[in-house]
């Protein structure tokens, strides 16, 4: 009986001369790749043109690229360790001139004696305290390197007190525990959030103090934040009050497209 | 007679043309970031010879104010460009393909005869295998570059949390400047790249993209043809 598939008509295909080899292996490679490519292409498009995410904490990116800068955030927040500590310098490599980028928040006059920190307790509570009460804490020197997500940096030299000073001072420990912590100035107009292992860094500060000098309207009068550990746009001017929170604060950067951790 | 020869492997092959697009993009969004402080340039003695980068370039581009954009970018597409690195360098090394593609020890001095050849200089090139010796140290050291960028890139995206990878790099600042020059020195790569492609011709081109290349060998006699010693005794 005759098959389809019987050896004859199989021994009777001839093999492909070098010539026929050379046209299919070519039009399988070439049409893979111009495949594989056009997809490419399709993938860049859509990612391109992806809409923007809906604001929340964060906003002004891209909805794919906004869920990659969360994912990657946790990826990385597992290395974070808090023994990690950011290399600081001897004090003669601190910069003189200390720059300065921007006064959101932090533009005209403030009357430091009339300045309290306010700190938002969980009960409702408010704390006020005064700038000379901050600095009958432990002091809390640092020389390191500032670095700015524009990408210059700067070696700088800071006074204040540890945050985690701060903490325990004021018996805040149980606030600790919460997941981030909200910083804002007096007028609301710039506000950070902060991840709580990065806030109780060991170097981490609350700053009143550049070069030893009373820190200059522009950077941050009365009090601001020095936290290493993050680009300088979480290191919050005039500081206005402190929250506590298991949910991510409001960020201003994060709002504009940039990552909520921005952890270095 | 035509013969097909084996040229490149599928995962070369793939890992190359992932390679490209993945690295375009993350200079593109490197530029992004790049601009909101680019303060590198060339000065010899005092004279700036050219500003990385000029205003015409920029707005050609369309790179000003896009910092928080180029970090989105650069930040998701690092994962692609090291994971196909990890993919071609593990092959390399898997398949034996290394061997192929590491300089030798003569390498360094044939690759000035390849050198002097291709410029037409010189009429005979020195006997290569799949690739001259001025291959595999530019193939080399685009490898060694990659990793570059990786370790450099990471230095200055978690100076605290690498900062042993920040103090191989000589420090935040060093490192920013070694991630930029590496990033120069990929697109002078890719200028000579494309120049050594096009002059190679079709043949070479399609084989990164078949893996074959077709040559021509002459026929070989299927019976040995050796003459018999003992018939013509020559006296």
């Known amino acids: 009986m005759k098959t389809p598939f019987s050896k004859k008509t199989k021994a009777a295909k001839k093999p492909l001369t070098v010539d026929q080899k050379i046209t299919r292996r070519n039009f399988i490679s070439f049409g893979t790749f111009i495949v594989f490519g056009s997809a490419a292409y399709g993938g860049w498009k859509w990612l391109y043109n992806s809409p923007e995410e809906t604001a929340t904490v964060t906003a002004g990116a891209r909805k794919p690229l906004r869920r990659a800068l969360n994912k990657t955030e946790l990826a990385f927040r597992r290395l974070f360790s808090n ?3 950011v290399k600081t310098y001897p004090k003669e490599m601190a910069a003189k001139n200390v720059r300065h980028n921007s006064d959101i928040g932090s533009g005209g006059k403030i009357d430091t004696a009339a300045w309290r920190l306010q700190v938002k307790k969980q009960s409702g509570e408010v ?3 005064s700038i ?3 600095k009958t804490l432990p002091r809390t020197d640092i020389i390191y390197d500032f670095k700015c997500v524009e990408g210059w940096d700067q070696i700088s030299h800071w006074g204040g007190v540890k945050f985690s000073d701060f903490i325990s001072h004021y018996k805040l420990d149980d606030h600790a525990q919460l997941e981030y912590v909200g910083l804002e100035t007096p007028d609301k107009n710039y506000y950070v959030g902060i991840d709580m292992p990065s806030a109780m860094h060991p170097q981490t500060l609350l700053a009143y103090e550049v070069n030893e000098q009373p820190l200059p309207l522009k950077h941050g009068a009365p009090l601001r934040l020095i936290i290493p550990v993050k680009y300088g746009i979480k290191n919050l ?3 206005g009050s402190i929250s506590f929170s298991n949910n991510r604060p409001p960020d201003y950067w994060a709002e504009q497209g940039y990552d909520y951790y921005s952890g270095l | ?4 020869k084996e040229k490149h492997p599928l995962v070369m ?3 190359h043309w992932v390679n490209f697009p993945i690295l375009t993009i993350m200079i593109w969004s490197g530029m992004l970031i790049y601009w909101a402080n680019d303060e590198y340039k060339i000065t010899l003695f005092g004279h700036t010879y050219f500003m990385f980068f000029p205003q015409w370039f920029y707005d050609k581009l369309n790179i000003p104010h896009r910092l928080a954009e180029g970090m989105a970018f650069h930040f998701l597409f690092m994962w692609f460009f090291v994971l196909n690195g990890i993919l071609y360098v593990l092959y390399t090394i898997i398949s034996g393909e290394w061997r192929e593609l590491l300089p030798q020890k003569k390498s360094f001095k044939e690759a000035w005869l390849v050198l002097l050849h291709d410029l037409h200089i010189r009429k005979m090139a020195p006997p ?15 490898i060694v570059m990659g990793i570059g960028s990786v370790i450099t890139g990471l230095a200055i995206y978690k100076p605290v949390q690498f900062y042993y990878l920040t103090w191989l790099c000589g420090g935040y600042h060093l490192a920013r400047i070694f991630h930029f020059v590496l990033t120069i020195g990929y697109v002078l790569f890719f200028i000579i790249h494309v120049v050594q492609v096009v002059l190679a011709g079709w043949n070479n081109f399609r084989s990164v993209i078949s893996g074959f290349e077709v040559i021509n060998e002459k026929p070989k006699p299927i019976v040995e043809t050796n003459t018999p010693k003992d018939e013509n005794p020559i006296q």
């Open chain 1, 83 to 85: 023994n990690n500590l």
């Open chain 1, 127 to 129: 704390l006020k305290i």
């Open chain 1, 132 to 134: 000379d009460e901050i």
């Open chain 1, 237 to 239: 001017k005039r500081i």
């Open chain 2, 1 to 4: 007679m035509k013969v097909i």
């Open chain 2, 13 to 15: 092959r793939w890992t």
């Open chain 2, 128 to 142: 290569q295998n799949k690739y001259n010796a001025a291959q595999r140290i530019a193939y080399t050291a685009i």
